[in-house]
């Protein structure tokens, strides 16, 4: 019971429990029936026509939210996701492209050099901030278009599929592919950033490593008092989010259209979905999948929305603003002596004053669904 | 220098009655009432957590309580926020001052009530005033020196202007002398003295039983939210006021025997860092060295350098022989160093984590891990024990350390970096905001681990602590060590001159003793 009572009375139900009730006003407000428009986000993302599409969502909005939420854990933001997302998609479109070894092969090589171009840029910025001072924030995020760039090029000009008025490669040959399940658009690759999300989980709550990484967004100076090094840890830290923003882009190349397409793997803002869904579970793994599986419905089910009633899908990214706008202000609450005693029930504890730190691990945004 | 006259004749300046508030799990105030007369010194005591900061939150409107009236020169008040409390003639000097640092003294004290010409800032006058006001109350500052130039006894002095040119007439002091010298406390007080002769009262929040004891006309004593004691200074004791602040008979300045000192542990050698230049000083097994001095001559960065925060400019620093000038802070853990850092919310400890979390930091890569995995049940179980041992008051280990009291947060710090049974010990300000029971039970435990053969080296404000625990002592004075005194020739007079400065100007300055193992 008491666990029940403290899951509502969690900040990120209550704000989720917020933007609802907003939405719904808005709804009202305009003249549309919010339960019909509800049970349409809900039907179209849930339902048998849409559930694929979800989870192909999911697969790349929780894969940017893991690699966002590793690092955030320790209190560093990785602005750089789009870059490394699409350096990743181009290494494994090289890889898929000129491998001469078997298709199978060619996949899982061709995975690994995603990665590992995700992993490279990504340490890159930490090195900028431990060598030279750069905030990572601005390292990750400046080298962030660069890279974007560079990519585009490659597909504008050396990569370009011969005859084609697209900025896009060559379609990667028969085989090197994803293997997909039955006729539906989900990809192993969702298997594969779900075991992310287990790995990620793991070491968050059982390794050495994992507590050093906590204790360091908990508190940095701590952190550091206690001899954890926060530049090595960065590097450490940063790879992995890079790797999996390059394992996402990876498995965009390798899914359907099956080739690297200028601008095709940033266009959905899947980095800020994934940004926004690390900062609502604060970097919690469990409240990492939830979160995002949130905003793939809310994405998947606002299309769904659009097409059967007459709201506009906007109207989840209005859902979306409010949830974060409830949860940005729920950190400041307790500045404030009134809303202090507003809320006095609903946090006895000190809450966390920065998105940095994450909440303690036992906060129950793991019941939030 | 009590007032002739009984204090009792007075009308009262400042009247709460029957003040109640209570904060989520807590009772911070219940139905205190405290009267403090015009042009008196009144002096509020209690433990950390009895309620004296809400209390005066009370007062100053930053808290609204839930029952009970507060009355100011006799008319009823409610204020909404300190803006309503200063206009109504009562000013609070914060423990952490608010002074802008690259304003003029004269601009701080004009500030939110400027003198005005044409709608302009008059300078001139804003400059006259300041002098008037230094005059009238022997606080004697330069009006035209930039705030951030002046140490903090006259950055002190800012603050009462700043009051005094508002007209207030209730002075609030939070904890005054935790920042100043024993010479600058002695010259605080005598204008706290000055001014409750004019007829203003002075509301002195404070622990320190010396400073009640000689520059306070009456004590209220608070414990558990709840006045337990209105006492007379004239006709009480430091026993008394202590006993009613714990509820128990208190041994007060207990002075250790000392230790059995043996091999060298820690050897620094002309060392400098950022504020600190050539120290040299050993501490040896089985033997607490005291760094006395006033907050700021150096001994935060010089205990930093030690523990591997800091880098080390020049000279060098030896752990059990070895060479550790240039290692990093997890090396030297590693060789046996545990520190205790003075700031125990935003160093020493991660509030926002728990209990068994903050116990496990340091201990997560040895004892409690095997190949990098570290069991949850081991660091509970880890805590478990610690809580037993150094009998820190927790729910559980799953609590948030935030949770916990001062004292038991303190407990919580030591007791983890005790554990670590490494050859040297760094603490900072071991007992500072903590209960006097805590005290106790944290010094024994200092003397325990020194008694089982390490070496600790000890950094405290408190001259009674340094003087109760320490084998030898050391003075800093603006980033040296400029004196060193064997347990015995340690009085607190002669510590006291050393930490102003070797006592310039006073004939009975002691020689420094030459620092010497």
């Known amino acids: 019971m008491n666990h029940i009572t403290r899951t509502v009375r969690s900040p990120v139900a209550f704000s989720v429990l917020a933007g609802v009730v907003i939405g719904a006003l808005f709804l009202v407000g305009t003249g549309a029936d919010p339960v019909a428009a509800y049970g349409a986000v809900l039907g179209g993302s849930l339902g048998a026509d849409g559930i694929g599409a979800t989870l192909t969502t999911l697969t790349s909005v929780l894969g940017l939210a893991l690699a966002l939420a590793v690092p955030l854990r320790a209190g560093l933001i990785n602005l750089g996701g789009d870059g490394q997302l699409v350096l990743g998609g181009m290494a494994a479109a090289v890889t898929g492209l000129y491998c001469p070894l078997p298709a199978p092969l060619t996949v899982v090589l061709a995975l690994l050099a995603g990665m590992a171009a995700g992993a490279g840029y990504a340490a890159l910025a930490a090195l900028c901030e431990n060598r030279f001072g750069v905030p990572l924030l601005v390292s990750s995020l400046l080298l962030s278009y660069p890279a974007a760039s560079f990519a585009s090029w490659l597909a504008r000009y050396p990569l370009k599929e011969p005859g084609s008025s697209l900025p896009q490669t060559r379609q990667l040959p028969d085989g090197v592919a994803l293997p997909r399940f039955g006729s539906s658009t989900v990809t192993v690759g969702l298997l594969l950033v779900v075991l992310a999300a287990a790995a990620y989980w793991f070491t968050d709550r059982r390794t050495a490593f994992g507590y050093e990484m906590r204790m360091t967004g908990l508190s940095s100076r701590f952190a550091a008092y206690a001899g954890v090094e926060r530049g090595g840890l960065a590097l450490r830290l940063m790879a992995v989010s890079g790797a999996l923003a390059g394992l996402v882009g990876a498995i965009g190349v390798l899914s359907f259209p099956y080739r690297f397409l200028d601008g095709s793997l940033t266009a959905s803002g899947y980095t800020w979905t994934g940004l926004t869904a690390a900062l609502l579970a604060g970097a919690a793994p469990v409240g990492t999948v939830l979160a995002s599986f949130f905003f793939a419905v809310l994405q998947v089910g606002g299309l769904s929305m659009e097409r059967t009633t007459e709201v506009p899908r906007e109207l989840t990214q209005v859902l979306q603003a409010i949830v974060i706008v409830f949860l940005a202000a729920r950190l400041r609450f307790p500045r404030s002596p009134g809303l202090t005693r507003l809320f006095r029930g609903r946090d006895t504890e000190q809450t966390p004053q920065t998105p940095q730190s994450p909440q303690s691990p036992e906060s129950p945004q793991g019941e939030l669904a | ?517």
């Open chain 2, 1 to 517: 220098m009590t007032p002739p006259s009984p204090a009792d004749a007075r009308a009262a300046a400042v009247e709460l009655r029957g003040i109640a508030k209570r904060f989520p799990g807590t009772l911070a105030n219940d139905a205190v009432d405290l009267t403090v007369r015009r042009g008196e010194i009144h002096a509020l005591m209690g433990e950390n957590g009895a309620g004296k900061s809400t209390l005066m939150s009370v007062l100053y409107g930053m808290v609204r309580p839930d029952a009970g009236s507060v009355r100011v020169d006799g008319r009823e008040v409610a204020f909404a926020d300190p803006g309503d409390a200063l206009a109504a003639g009562l000013g609070m000097v914060h423990q952490s001052f608010k002074l802008f640092d690259s304003l003029t003294v004269a601009e701080n004290v004009v500030y939110a009530a400027e003198p005005r010409r044409f709608g302009l800032v008059d300078r001139g006058a804003a400059r006259r005033r300041v002098r008037e006001l230094a005059e009238e109350h022997g606080l004697a500052v330069d009006p035209d020196a930039r705030v951030g130039d002046l140490p903090v006894g006259l950055r002190q002095r800012v603050e009462i202007l700043k009051l005094l040119h508002r007209g207030a007439r209730t002075l609030i002091l939070d904890e005054p002398t935790a920042v100043l010298t024993p010479t600058e406390a002695d010259a605080l007080f005598a204008v706290l003295k000055s001014l409750a002769a004019q007829g203003r009262s002075v509301i002195l929040v404070t622990h320190k039983l010396r400073e009640v004891l000689e520059g306070s006309d009456r004590v209220t004593v608070l414990r558990d939210g709840r006045v337990v004691a209105g006492l007379v200074t004239a006709e009480t004791s430091a026993a008394e006021i202590a006993a009613a602040m714990t509820g128990r008979a208190v041994e007060l300045d207990r002075v250790h025997a000392p230790g059995t000192p043996g091999d060298v542990i820690l050897d620094v050698t002309d060392l400098a860092t950022d504020g600190v230049r050539d120290v040299r000083l050993t501490v040896r097994a089985g033997e607490i060295v005291g760094i006395a001095g006033v907050a700021g001559n150096g001994q935060s960065e010089l205990v930093e350098a030690l523990a591997g925060l800091r880098p080390v400019s020049a000279g060098r620093v030896a752990l059990l022989g070895d060479d550790i000038t240039h290692a990093s802070a997890t090396e030297r853990r590693a060789k046996g160093l545990a520190y205790v850092p003075e700031d125990r919310h935003a160093v020493g400890t991660a509030t926002a984590a728990s209990v068994a979390d903050n116990l496990a930091m340091g201990h997560h890569r040895t004892s409690l891990s095997s190949r990098g995995l570290l069991a949850p049940a081991a660091v509970r179980g880890h805590a478990r024990r610690l809580i037993e041992r150094f009998g820190i008051k927790a729910a559980s280990p799953e609590v948030s350390a935030s949770s916990l009291s001062g004292g038991n947060l303190q407990k919580l710090l030591i007791g983890r970096e005790l554990a670590h049974d490494a050859s040297l010990l760094l603490v900072e300000q071991p007992t500072r905001g903590v209960d006097i029971g805590a005290v106790r039970n944290i010094h024994d435990q200092l003397i325990a681990y020194r008694d089982a053969g390490h070496a600790v080296l000890l950094v405290s404000a408190e001259l009674s602590e340094i003087r109760g625990l320490a084998d030898r002592v050391l003075v800093m004075y603006e980033g040296r060590v400029t004196a060193s005194y064997e347990k015995a020739a340690a009085d607190e007079r002669t510590l006291g001159l050393a930490m102003a400065g070797g006592g310039a100007g006073s004939p009975a300055a002691p020689s420094p003793v030459e620092v010497g193992d």
